[in-house]
């Protein structure tokens, strides 16, 4: 059991990467996927969230310029991150959970977590 997370790198203000993570040896459709995000000297905090039935949630530091998705035939999911701000940076995980509506972004209701992708945003 594996996710997988990539698509990070060296960035510039107002770019637009797209964040993907892969999931090998379960069914990512079975469970909700979320992103989360640390920065350097910070606390995790939950960026987006996609239930297995599609329904999304956002963080308010990211509504209106991520958007998450997913692929159930790939078992993949993605985060297409727009207008990327310096305070983005930081290193993104990818999570499959079953969490309560209330919990979405509880790192604690995860079962799998990929190893993470570090974005950079420069100014």
């Known amino acids: 059991v594996q996710l997988q997370a990539s698509g990070g790198g060296l960035v510039q203000a107002g770019g637009s990467p797209r964040l993907s993570c892969a999931a090998s040896g379960f069914r990512l459709g079975d469970y909700g996927i979320a992103w989360f995000r640390q920065a350097p000297g910070r606390e995790r905090e939950g960026v987006s969230y996609?239930?297995?039935?599609?329904?999304?949630y956002y963080a308010d530091t990211v509504k209106g310029r991520f958007t998450i998705s997913r692929d159930n035939a790939k078992n993949m999911v993605y985060m297409q991150m727009n207008s990327l701000k310096p305070e983005d940076t930081a290193v993104y995980y990818c999570?499959?959970?079953?969490?309560?509506?209330?919990?979405?972004?509880?790192?604690?209701?995860?079962?799998?977590w990929g190893q993470g992708t570090e974005v950079t945003v420069s100014s």
């Open positions: 999570a499959a959970g079953r969490p309560v509506s209330s919990a979405r972004f509880t790192g604690s209701m995860y079962y799998y």
């Open positions: 996609i239930r297995s039935g599609h329904g999304t």
